[in-house]
């Protein structure tokens, strides 16, 4: 008879070893640390998303708390707080970086396989950024003028079908948002949908050449003249659609083709859009659904804030901080993926509150998940302690 591997290893079997190993291999540290690969020192880090942990000495005290546990879960190596602390310091975060991008192509192909959402194309992303403080002033690098703190920022674009990661990036604080525009390979025929922030014409022509499409709210001070205007309904909280040409002598050199802008009244906030986009085809109703959409980013940055450490960090180096972001998008992502793969239909936030408390359990996921979510959150700490106590009797 076959043991269930504990719900920590289900959790990574979405994740080929070959997969990891190639990205190992890419990027391979000067001086290995002893008895600790880079497969390990994942785990590791996902186990301090998942289960809260504090810091790195509460990382290696819970895991060494079931030694009988760790090589079912996936560890091979020694954990001890020296061999983390020292992985962190020292292992590539672009390791990680190339794991959760493999994660994102995942998960997007899963979503998009489902029933497309009937109010979004069949390819649609949302841009946007997040400030992450690390909370110290002291650091010699990542200073933020705004908060004379250090930080960093992470880019995200978010697929619209399913919301969730579909390629990241970290840079400093200070980055301009607009230049991330020009860091990754534009999809023909997908739309990108993006803030003011945004707005650079340079950039944007190139998502027109590249046959994608874009919407962007507009800023107040761009020069237009009228092309054309099309009628609207009155019952819709379209106020306009109009095509128009850029007048400027600089924004019309940069973006010489006509763009669309379509102005609607936000009643959530009691404010009036207005968002300019390249797109002629799709109805003025369903560009200002799109652009709203667009909250979906916000809410995933605001998720994984409250939800996984990324206002605490295990290090204080930037290359420690650097692998524990990335760390994170791949745990959220792993639980994406989970989450379509079963069908489950709790929320992330209910997979996760389970997940945290029963990492050591030998049951399957989908059993564990299609329990009734009060008694599963009621009986999920005694379980634990019990599983704990039984390992190591």
């Avoid at 979405?14 to 190992?24: D, M, V, Y």
């Avoid at 391979?28 to 790195?56: C, I, N, Q, T, V």
């Avoid at 979906?296 to 692998?323: M, P, T, Y």
């Avoid at 564990?368 to 009621?378: P, R, T």
């Amino acid at each position: 008879m076959s043991v269930q591997p504990p719900v920590f290893a289900q959790l990574f079997q979405s994740l080929h070893p070959q997969e990891f190993a190639r990205c190992a291999n890419r990027f391979p540290m000067r001086r290995k640390s002893k008895r600790f690969s880079a497969w390990d020192h994942l785990l590791a880090l996902s186990f301090g998303h998942l289960g809260r942990r504090e810091s790195l000495r509460d990382i290696v005290g819970s895991l060494n708390a079931a030694p009988s546990a760790l090589y079912h879960m996936g560890f091979r190596g020694n954990i001890t707080f020296s061999n983390l602390a020292y992985s962190n310091a020292r292992r590539s975060p672009q390791l990680f970086q190339a794991v959760a991008q493999i994660l994102m192509t995942k998960a997007r192909r899963l979503y998009q396989a489902s029933p497309p959402h009937p109010d979004l194309p069949q390819v649609a992303f949302a841009l946007d950024s997040s400030i992450i403080s690390l909370g110290l002033a002291s650091l010699p690098w990542g200073f933020y003028a705004r908060t004379g703190k250090a930080a960093l920022k992470l880019h995200m674009l978010l697929s619209l079908q399913g919301n969730v990661p579909a390629w990241a990036f970290i840079t400093e604080a200070n980055f301009p948002d607009m230049k991330i525009l020009g860091a990754f390979t534009p999809i023909p025929q997908a739309f990108y949908v993006m803030d003011r922030g945004y707005v650079d014409f340079v950039l944007l022509y190139r998502l027109e050449k590249a046959k994608a499409f874009f919407v962007v709210r507009s800023k107040d001070h761009i020069a237009f003249e009228v092309i054309k205007s099309s009628k609207v309904s009155k019952n819709s909280n379209v106020q306009s659609d109009q095509i128009i040409r850029l007048t400027s002598s600089w924004s019309k050199k940069k973006y010489p083709a006509l763009l669309r802008r379509v102005e609607f009244y936000d009643a959530e906030n009691d404010n009036h859009i207005a968002v300019l986009t390249n797109n002629f085809e799709l109805s003025a109703e369903k560009i200002a659904g799109l652009y709203r959409k667009r909250w979906q980013v916000e809410l995933f940055f605001k998720w994984i804030k409250q939800h996984l450490r990324i206002r605490d960090f295990f290090g204080r180096s930037e290359n420690a901080v650097r692998c524990q972001i990335w760390a994170a998008i791949s745990t959220y992502l792993l639980v994406a993926i989970l989450k379509q793969q079963l069908k489950i239909r709790k929320s992330l936030y209910e997979m996760v509150q389970i997940l945290s408390t029963r990492l050591f359990e030998q049951t399957p996921v989908l059993t564990l998940l299609s329990e009734d979510s009060s008694d599963a959150m009621e009986q999920s700490e005694s379980h634990q302690l019990q599983k704990l106590l039984s390992l190591n009797d």
